[in-house]
């Protein structure tokens, strides 16, 4: 993904985040490509890669590993939304990630189930009703 020219990282999310991270740089961001409310931003840092996931216009949220880890396994932004009390829906899962080169599926697991999710041009979406974190990422 980071070998297109770069889009940069909105004034907006720049905002909401104040500073960089990890040494990220913010004119470097690339857009992840995906049908979502929000935006998804791949930041490259000093011997990190990042997500910068934007909510709406007051809500940022980051993830980031190490380079050489999200190489070889990649990296994800998770999000849980609780359940509304009152009516009767379930919580929402959302993870949007970027896998590294010749990934062609990535597998969730969480709590002893296994969820699998295809891997298009390095992106994965997965939507689902779980309301806890992957215990774990295993890339096919």
Known sequence: M???????LPARTRRVLRAPILGTNWRLAQRIPVAL????????GKRHLCIAAEMDETGVGTTCARTSQAIAHGVASVTIA???PGTGG???RLIVGVAPDGARAVRVHTGGKVASVAVVDHVFVLRD????????????
């Open 2 to 8: 980071l070998r297109t020219r770069p889009e940069g």
């Open 37 to 44: 409310p929000g935006a998804y931003w791949l930041l490259p």
């Open 82 to 84: 609780p359940a509304v």
């Open 90 to 92: 379930a919580p929402s």
């Open 129 to 140: 009703r779980r309301s806890a974190p992957p215990d774990v990422l295993t890339l096919r």
